[in-house]
């Protein structure tokens, strides 16, 4: 038997990579056994913080994050902006800029360490490719963000 | 027959992930078929400045820049400081902020644009921990810098 | 008799914080004996440079700084970035981050330094909330910027 | 009877502020009627990252966080780093930019929400000098870093 | 015979520096006997986006670059990007801080290093002045980004 | 009769860009007759407080400032931060991040203004080179930062 990666920064960026509904499955299974949540979306903006709310969207629309409590909130946003920082390496800004993203994200909540005392951690990663407005004028660009939660 | 994948960040990605000799041997199979070079390695410090080192003195010595060119440093510089943006976010500083990282890179220098004009590009990819200087008082980092050379 | 506090920073801060009349003229009273100048002001917004323009007009309206002479507006200036340095941490920009601040200012200028050629400084000051554009998704933040004027 | 302030932000910098037993006396007596745990310390340095050392022990020996837990050690570490953005506004530096730092800090664990479901947070301030490694050529600085816990 | 000056970055801020025809032709032909492509234009604007955009509209228009070659484009935007950092010293960003830039730029594209194969780079030059939308509340500022094209 | 340029920057800037005495003379003869104070000197390290005392020391022993005046020092400090982002491009550091500059540096006080009230500014110029610890390996950099004093 197989063991369930349990790094969950690297769980989250592999779901960002996969591209096909088997790949996504596989990782999905994996982080099912290990009783993680999870969920990935996709976001392509000029505008920075259209790129934050994609993702807080999602974690609250899939339960992944509960809406109703800041704390929980805070600790996406932090590790939304962290990740964010991989993506535009110096400057959390987009438009302002001229440059543009095109981005795959993950967010994955689970207990990535043995000690239970730890609890839930909460993990963003995006991933795509960022460039000026113009098609295929872009490179790759990555992000992880970790916090606890 | 599959296709090789030309996301140079995300082989690059993969291939710090990667944990078995198996998994290595296929994505270096994949970028041998694309005439790419590449380079893994590792490093773990406290200090800034040996990351940027290890990193190049692996490129260095394993050919993947010529080492008396320095464009083709400042390429690789570059793209190294980019990629670690993503594993400090926010302050380009380890030790200076009582945090410490530890690592695996890789460097891939290939042509991931279809258009041959387009010419080469060098990735670097960064991925591992960072934290406190207190064994297990960490969480994952990664990072990804792309630059044509 | 009390001495009077002549700590600029502390006084401006304090200053932000009082919630009542009798506190603000406490306050007062200290500053106007060494004969200071000072202000407080309200301003919530996800546009920065709200802020900043708030902060800027209050000093003008009530002649803390002289707006027809640009050193004083350029010392006033660099002291109010600083001071949302604090208030931001990391990052000069709210709305394109996805969030919003409700802050209280004051601005103090006066003589801090016994020696008389040290001469006039100023102290901005601001303090509130920072957070989610939803209502109480918000924690504290504050910011403090002196300058030579 | 007086309202005891739930502002764990302000009261962690009123009391760094506080010269006199009496007055630290009186916000400790708030903080405990609220059933709060809080310290205080001071540390003066050219190296950052004995500034962070110094409150990270002192949070550790008073208790306010379990040093045993990694995300405990987290929360405080992240709240430490955005107060002294306050500080060292725009670098987080102070010996590599010839500038050094006199501070009092103050770090505070409590409930300043008042649903439940908020829980813990930690705040962080920061207060004193910063300038140039010369007696007096110095102005005031403060920073606040807040983070669930 | 004068040696031509080979410093590609002071080139291209003393064509920045130029008023005159005289001192642009000056300037232009010992360009020219190096064989080296440059261009000069000005942007005034609060939008940092349309300064980089003028800088890159110049250099395509007058052939410094290649528009249809990303690569090309990728090693101008960064040097722009790099030579603006100058400008705004801390924050990119300008409206959004609520002050705005009037700046002239040039843009030379040539062969700074003696050995044949450090092959072309690129320099953008800015110079002009930062501050207030206040007539005449500015003062000046620079910057100077190079890159290997 | 030639006017004299009271562009305080670009002054500073020629400065550091002159490589004769013959061009130092006569820029020297400008702000005499404006009657500003100047100077300039050398500094190559990988320290950026080496550089930043380096500029200071001039700054204190050629008497451009008055080294008994904290805000005369906090003018300066602030200026040569200001100057040594256009240099660092994103982060005040240097063998932090395994570079190194080799810098040329003016210092110029004097009355850019028409207007009187404005009083005296102060300039610091930085030009030279950034880059690996290679000799040769490196590419132009400059700066300039500009305060009331
Ligand atoms: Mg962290
Ligand atoms: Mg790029
Ligand atoms: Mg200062
Ligand atoms: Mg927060
Ligand atoms: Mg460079
Ligand atoms: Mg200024």
């Known amino acids: 038997m197989n063991q369930v990666d349990t790094k969950i920064g690297r769980q989250a960026v592999m779901y960002t990579f996969s591209n096909s509904e ?3 499955s596989r990782i999905e299974n994996g982080m ?3 009783g993680w949540q999870f969920g990935k979306g996709k976001v392509g903006s000029m505008e920075f913080q259209k790129i934050v709310a994609a993702i807080e969207t999602l974690a609250k629309r899939q339960g992944i994050v509960n809406q109703d409590i800041y704390r929980e909130m805070h600790a996406l946003y932090h590790a939304i902006i962290e990740a964010m920082q991989g993506v535009t390496r110096g400057q959390v800004e987009l438009g302002g800029m001229l440059r543009t993203a095109g981005l795959r994200f ?3 909540r689970g207990t990535p360490y ?6 839930e951690w909460i993990a963003v990663a995006v991933y795509g490719t960022i460039g000026a407005p113009v098609r295929g004028f872009e490179h790759e660009a990555i ?3 970790i916090n606890h939660i």
Chains 1, 2, 3, 4, 5, 6 share one sequence.
Not at 114 to 119: D, P, R, S
Request: glycine residues 16%; aromatic residues 0%.
């Open 22 to 24: 088997a790949e996504d």
């Open 32 to 34: 099912q056994q290990l």
């Open 106 to 108: 993950a967010i994955v």
């Open 114 to 119: 043995e000690n239970a005392a730890e609890g």
């Open 143 to 145: 992000g992880l963000g």
